[in-house]
């Protein structure tokens, strides 16, 4: 078994799309490392090729480890000994396995020992480790912190930590606190400067961290004595082997047991500053979470499709009424729809992460020298894009994992209810991804300014000036009108002039333009590939047509006397 090899048209179609060529050339800056590196493409068909070796060696271990670990992951997982966190066996396994493979420092440039990969093939592979399990996707995707080193951290800091990374240290995010959990304003973890010792200390709790037992830790902290806000908060990076993290408790779970989440307390834990004080929440935490909320998108996507495999396979094999279930039209109905749900949100994932690519990209170039202006009206489209698309997936991604794993246990019946199938744990492994990293409303409160500026809008008007085959040109026009629909309701939404009725509406409104965004996105999947889209696509235009119509109902009933008493 493979998990790349049994996907592989639709994994290679992300990695053939158009943009792909010039992301990679500008990732290997022209091809010119190949002087430095003996093992650096020379062009994008030898880059491709080293990406697909690699792929195939991810797929080839998650399917025949890691999924066959997932059980054993989950039964035991990590415990707590003497104040420090021991990974379940078979994680510690997962993890020497995926070190010895070279398979950290994925997207880390080759002077730090990374592989240089883009961020959209660094996806790609997140995309099949999370479906083997997401709990260990969560200790192996933090190596994506280091991103937040390599961006904003000294040339010392990125040379002391970033080869470690890639080496197999693992990372952790510490934000969130008991009193500040989705308001990351109001994080109070202290941070003080000895002027003897020209270092920095903290003091505090943080709570709910993944691998909170890390090596090396990110930690947002309250700098600016007296203040309130997030302009008194810097990011810091705290070294496990340096003393002062304890671990108070590992959490017990719904769900991704093997990954540990944890309370920590810092006592005088010596730290160092990452980047400008100040700046922590506003800048460095805002890039390090759009990078964090890509990922959950891609543990949902992964996730989406376990789920479905689960489900079909199953679908297939039992019987009930003398023949296979697959062939009762409630069930394949199940089935169908979770594939089209699947696919609709990976042609999204991957249009946000070409867009985040190019955005990074376009970012790193200004830093080698100073761009054109051009190129940087290109630089400022591509990170709008980006901010704009990145709260869409992270919400509508994490929805529909969801409801996969919900019809997956359903299409398996009383079975799906037990331990024994892998269903039963993908369905408590969703539930987490519409919480983590932002609940679903916090990326409704992080999406709705390019719906009111009309943003979605363009961007949708983008993606439909495409030819289409002629088949697929009756559902062009459907996906049009949908888009007319989501339009018109955000004019009337407009119309009450009113903040509270704009936030009341938002969700509908989000949903709206998620639904009409992947339509249009599938669509320009399927028109480049009719055979390995066409049937989701029609699938998924039904499905959306009936959300947008339901939610342009729902506001065109609105009126702002709903408001009042709401909680009555
Ligand atoms: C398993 C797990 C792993 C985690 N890993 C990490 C980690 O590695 N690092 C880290 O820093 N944190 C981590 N977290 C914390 C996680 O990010 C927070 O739990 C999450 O952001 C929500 O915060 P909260 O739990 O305090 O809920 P609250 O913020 O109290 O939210 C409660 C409810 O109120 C809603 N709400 C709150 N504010 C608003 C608003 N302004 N508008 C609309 N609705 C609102 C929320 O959507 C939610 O429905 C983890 C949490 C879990 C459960």
């Given at each position: 078994m493979n998990y790349y090899t049994d996907n592989k048209k639709v994994l290679r179609h992300y990695l053939s799309h158009p943009l792909m060529k010039r992301i990679v050339a500008m990732q290997e800056r022209g091809y010119t490392q190949a002087a430095q590196y003996?093992?650096?493409?020379?062009d994008f068909d030898e880059a491709v090729e080293g990406y697909e070796k690699v792929l195939e060696l991810v797929g080839e271990l998650c399917a025949e480890v890691i999924a066959p670990n997932a059980m054993e992951v989950e039964k035991e997982g990590p415990v707590l000994q003497d104040g420090r966190v021991v990974y379940a066996p078979a994680t510690q396994r997962n993890l020497d396995l995926f070190r010895k493979a070279g398979l950290?420092?994925?997207?880390?440039?080759r002077e730090y020992?990374?592989?240089?990969?883009?961020r959209t093939v660094f996806i790609l592979i997140e995309d099949i480790v999370s479906r083997a399990d997401a709990a260990f996707g969560n200790l192996w995707g933090?190596?994506?912190?280091?991103e937040t080193i390599h961006s904003f951290g000294s040339e010392e800091q990125r040379r002391r930590y970033l080869p470690r990374i890639s080496a197999g240290e693992t990372m952790s995010m510490d934000l969130t606190e008991p009193d500040a959990?989705?308001?990351?304003?109001?994080?109070?973890l202290k941070a003080t400067y000895s002027e003897e010792e020209g270092c920095w200390y903290l003091d505090g709790v943080k709570r709910f961290?993944?691998?909170?037992?890390?090596?090396v830790h990110l930690v947002l902290a309250?700098?600016?004595?007296g203040s309130v806000d997030g302009r008194g908060l810097s990011l810091f990076i705290v070294e496990?082997?340096?003393?002062?993290?304890?671990?108070r408790r590992i959490e017990e779970k719904?769900?991704?047991?093997g990954s540990p989440t944890c309370e920590i307390v810092f006592k005088h834990a010596r730290a160092e500053l990452c980047g400008?004080?100040?700046?922590?929440?506003?800048?460095y935490v805002m890039a390090l979470m759009n990078g964090a909320r890509l990922g959950i998108a891609t543990q949902s996507v992964g996730l989406a499709q376990a789920a479905y495999n689960e489900a079909y396979t199953f679908a297939h094999s039992r019987k009930q009424f003398g023949k296979?279930?697959?062939?009762f039209a409630p069930v394949y109905e199940m089935v169908g729809t979770m594939k089209a749900r699947l696919d609709a949100s990976r042609s999204l994932l991957y249009e946000t992460s070409r867009n985040v690519d190019m955005s990074g990209q376009f970012t790193a170039l200004a830093a080698e020298r100073p761009l054109t202006p051009e190129e940087r009206n290109e630089s400022k489209l591509f990170a709008k894009k980006a901010d704009a698309l990145t709260p869409i997936v992270k919400g509508i991604g994490s929805e529909i994992a969801n409801l996969n794993a919900y019809d997956c246990v359903q299409v398996h019946?009383?079975?799906?209810?037990?331990?024994?199938?892998?269903c039963e744990r993908l369905y408590r492994d969703a539930r987490i991804t519409s919480i983590y990293e932002g609940t679903t409303q916090l990326q409704v409160v992080a999406a709705i300014r390019y719906a009111t500026s009309g943003f979605y809008s363009q961007l949708l008007d983008e993606y439909m000036a495409i030819d289409v085959p002629e088949a697929l040109a009756p559902l062009r026009d459907r996906i049009a009108a949908m888009v007319e629909r989501y339009k018109s309701a955000i004019e009337r939404v407009q119309s009450f002039g009113c903040q509270e009725s704009l936030d009341l509406l938002s969700r509908r409104i989000y949903e709206m333009a998620a639904y009409c965004i992947m339509a249009a996105l599938l669509l320009a999947d399927a028109a480049a590939d009719e055979e390995l889209f066409a049937a989701s696509l029609h699938r998924f235009v039904a499905l959306a047509e009936a959300l947008v119509a339901g939610h342009a109902t729902y506001v065109a009933g609105y009126t702002p006397e709903m408001i009042k008493n709401y909680d009555k």
């Open positions: 003996n093992y650096a493409p020379v950290m420092g994925i997207s880390l440039p020992g990374g592989l240089n990969f883009p933090l190596q994506d912190c280091a959990g989705s308001d990351l304003q109001s994080v109070r961290i993944t691998n909170g037992d890390a090596d309250r700098s600016e004595e496990k082997e340096c003393g002062g993290i304890h671990i719904m769900g991704i047991h400008s004080r100040r700046m922590g929440l506003i800048k296979e279930i697959i062939n019946g009383g079975s799906g209810y037990m331990r024994d199938y892998v």
